[in-house]
Each structure stands twice: as structure tokens, then as C-alpha cells.
């Protein structure tokens, strides 16, 4: 893994899973309260090498304690990238590299998200996204590049032993139906449901082109 990146008022770090970044932007608190930017351009450029996706969708939940969504994709094409921030609260947010041919498939890697350190996660087309509420009230705030289409919406199953995500062993797992129904990683992959690498990172191209 590389070092740490940005610029003065934001700091970049890739992680595990390639093309996924964890920002951390610089927090300025005074008598009145504080304020921060969670997306900074200049700092996304200098660490992806572009300029965000056109957001087609912003999205927002609130989750309790214990709650575990995901692991969701989009079909590919079209394919999905995201910008995920938690704006209150405390969660545990997962990348999962699902994309066939990538050089990190099946690894995954995680970000805590909270009101300390503000950071926020971006996911490159085609990846999985997952995330842990750690207290009640969690909100977790996003831009995605394109708009939700249901039955484009795939999920994996988030307790697959053989992705052995970090869901922490001091909850109770809070999952919807579709959620715990949904197929392991080998098991997509048989059905061939998984995004391949190469096609995300065609369209990659054309979402900055």
C-alpha cells in the first residue's frame, strides 16, 4: 500500500482493495460549533487522477445499532462508483473487491467512519460496499453516479465465511431479507454475477471522459 496523499485541508489514503480511497479532510471547530468539507476536488484528483463522477443520485439512511447492510453492487454495465461519508453517528464502512480479473479480488478493507475524524470512503465502479451501524441514529450520506434501478441492485451475503468481513462479535446482526438470502462470493461467481474488471474500468473511462 501506498502513503498518504492530499492537500492542506484534506489528507487521501488508497486502500486494500485497488482504486478505493479513504479521505480525511481537516476540521475546523470554534465557539459556534465546527465545519468541514467531506468531498475537496483538488485533493480527489491529486490522489485518483480525476475529478469526482457526475452525481446522477445522492442517498441517505439512518440505522441502528447493530444493523449490517450489504454487501450491494450494482450490474455492470451499467455499474455503480460511490462517495460515502458518514454525516452522524458511527459505522463501520467495508469495500469488498468483487470484480473478476481484478489484482485484488475477493479482499476487502474498512473505514471507520464517525464524528471524530470525519473520513469518508470513495468506490470505484463495480466494487461492493458494505457497512456496520455502531451506535443508533447512524446516517450514512452518498453520490453515486447513476440513478437506482432496482433490479440492477445485486447483494452478496455480508457473513460469508470465505470474505470473513469485520463485522465486529459484540452485535447481533440486523439484516433485511434480502440481505441475509443473498449468495456468497463463490457462489455469485458461479452464476456469473459479478462484475469484471476490465468492463469497470471501461466505464470508468467514459463517467471521466
Known sequence: MTGESGTATMRARPLRVEGAYEFTPKVFPDERGMFLSPYQEPAFVLAVGHPLFPVAQSNHSKSRRGVVRGVHYTVTPPGTAKYVFCSRGRSLDIVVDIRVG???????????????DHRAVYFPVGVGHAFVGLEDDTVMSYMISSSYVAEQELALDALDPGLALPIPQDITPVRSPRDTAAPTLAEAQAQRLLPVYEDCLKIEETLFS
Do not use: C, I, K, R
Open 102 to 116: 481484478s489484482p485484488t479480488f475477493g479482499l476487502w478493507d474498512a473505514v471507520l467512519l464517525d464524528q471524530q
